[in-house]
């Protein structure tokens, strides 16, 4: 059941966009079966902005199929992001959040070369933003300079960017949760979305056989995800991966949520609610989101160890997916996978409390590390010395050094839950299917964070046109593999070779696409702190983990 509340807000924006339409000059228009859409003309592209990919959702309900819209809709401007935890500010700047908010958030953004029709064909690259499953919108990436760069070399493209639920209203857990079959909403938001590229996306000029699921960090994780699916038998919705700063996850499962549901029921009055499920669904949105805020953040003390985050739920993610990959039980299709240098610096800042040797120790164990033996945490210890010579950023000898286990603990994080289960990912994948992976070592001048998290985003989606040129080998690459599968092989017929040529990742081989200061692009081998990360994914694999990121 909608709330009136919900409806409300559903309604105001419709008489607003209505408006606006009436008053807008002429442009794109695209009809679906549900509505018929105005975007906008932006140079050789057209945009379609906050089209809707579900009926509005009450809190904690499945998107469904879209509802019937009536007269044309405004699509110029970008809908409505889903609400957002509040972060922590641990860091030092802070990242720009949506302006506009709202529960009924369940639309999606469309890049399409303007010289299209319904038979075009272009293939297609849905991409999720990244957000640490608490946060993000699909606003926060510019596509246009990607859309245009794709045109300029012949190998026209569609790129599509959904919104979907974050922190409690799109990962809550626990038992009533998975009794009330609303397990990973956040996760199967992206699957309705990809439904809805499969129906709709020839009307931008798309093809629904050619789709490219990608994303960044969260994103990234959640690509992962959606391959391990079923095991790896479930979607057949899209032909490629493409993975930036992010690969798997271990998971543990829905019920192990059940502290975090219950201190939401006690905040919100709903303790001696017959349905405690329904009394936060009916919680008023502030009160709500007041409360859950309260709950640990990405950038808290808690840091990678998140409470909003994907679960094992014997359905959409049916055991851990550490286990899962490295039983080979994912989907066969090509990948791109890659990570940043120093992962771990942009989420060391939450901990600059911890300045001792013992307190390493003390925090690694009770945050990350919770079943973990005494010798378990003492080898980690060992593997990751105190030196600042070997923590992150890395290859900076002692600079960077902002506490005394600052570069310790950027370096452990890092590649427990980023570097070394996508090491792990690429080792299994490159058996069975087409992989490739890269390493951006970009801005390690940059004080305390190097060549941080998520800092690669940049090299595949440049801000601009000259960068975009600039940064032909990235951007070409992924152009590419959007069209042939082959980040190395162009669809265009008159085509000139990558300047370089990306090599599939193969085991004890140079495999890594690397990018380096300044402008230098070779070929590495995934072949450093080989030791300490086998040490790490021994641990995924034991389930010592499985309360992380």
Not at 62 to 69: D, E, I
Not at 287 to 312: E, I, K, Q, Y
Not at 465 to 477: F, G, I, L, N, R
């Amino acid at each position: 059941m909608i709330s009136p509340t919900i409806l409300c807000i559903y309604t105001l924006l419709s008489v607003s966009l209505s408006a606006a339409v009436a008053s807008a000059a002429s442009g794109p228009t695209v009809s679906l079966d549900y509505g018929r859409f105005l975007g906008v003309n932006d140079g050789n592209l057209t945009k379609f902005l906050g089209v809707p990919f579900s009926a509005p959702t009450a809190r904690f309900e499945l998107a469904r199929a879209p509802s019937p819209l009536h007269g044309l809709q405004n699509a110029t401007v970008f809908g409505p992001a889903c609400v957002q935890q509040a972060l922590s500010n641990t860091l030092p700047f802070t990242f720009p959040g949506p302006t506009v908010t709202s529960e009924a958030c369940l639309n999606l953004d469309v890049f399409s070369p303007a010289a299209h029709d319904a038979h075009s064909k272009f293939p297609v690259l849905v991409f999720l933003f990244g957000g640490g499953f608490e946060a993000g919108s699909s606003a926060a990436t510019d596509f246009r300079p990607a859309v245009e760069r794709s045109i300029l070399i012949g190998e026209p493209v569609v790129i599509v960017a959904p919104n979907y639920r974050v922190s409690a209203f799109g990962f809550l857990a626990g038992k009533e949760v998975a009794e009330a079959g609303l397990t990973n909403l956040g996760l199967r938001d992206q699957i309705a979305a990809l439904e809805w590229v499969h129906k709709y996306i020839s009307a931008f000029g798309g093809d629904p056989n050619r789709v490219i699921l990608g994303g960044l960090s969260a994103g990234a994780f959640s690509t992962g995800l959606h391959l391990i699916s079923n095991n790896g038998l479930g979607l057949d919705l899209f032909r490629g991966a493409f993975m930036v700063s992010g690969s798997l996850i271990p998971s543990p499962t829905v019920v192990d949520g059940q502290s975090t549901y219950d201190q939401l029921v006690a905040a919100n009055n709903c303790t001696n609610a017959r349905d405690t499920l329904d009394c936060l669904r009916q919680a008023p949105l502030d009160d709500f989101l007041a409360t859950v805020n309260r709950t640990p953040d990405l950038f808290s003390s808690r840091s990678l160890s998140l409470v909003w985050r994907p679960r094992v739920d014997g359905n959409l993610i049916p055991r851990n997916p550490v286990d899962i990959v490295q039983d080979g039980a994912f989907s066969k299709v090509p990948v791109m996978v890659g990570n940043c240098d120093d992962e771990g610096t942009l989420f060391a800042y939450s901990s600059l409390n911890i300045t001792t040797d013992s307190e390493f120790v003390g925090y690694i164990h009770s945050n990350y590390l919770l079943t973990g033996t005494p010798a378990q945490i003492a080898r980690v210890a060992e593997l990751y010395p105190q030196d600042p010579v070997q923590g992150a950023p890395f290859n900076t000898g002692s600079a960077n050094k902002l506490t005394p286990e600052f570069k310790r603990i950027a370096a452990f994080g890092g590649d427990l839950y980023l570097t070394g289960l996508r090491r792990l990912f690429v080792q299994h994948a490159s058996k069975t299917q087409n992989t490739w992976s890269w390493l951006s070592k970009r801005g390690k001048s940059t004080l305390y964070l190097g060549a941080y998290h998520t800092s690669d985003m940049a090299l595949w989606f440049p801000a601009n046109a000259k960068d975009a040129e600039e940064e032909s080998v990235a951007v070409d690459a992924l152009i590419n593999f959007i069209n042939t599968l082959d980040p190395n092989v162009s669809a265009a017929p008159k085509a000139s070779n990558l300047a370089i040529f990306w090599p599939k990742y193969q085991m004890n081989s140079a495999g890594l696409l690397t990018f380096s200061d300044p402008a230098v692009i070779n070929v590495t081998a995934d072949d450093f702190r080989v030791q300490e990360m086998q040490y790490l994914i021994n641990l995924h694999l034991d389930g010592i983990t499985v309360n992380g990121f």
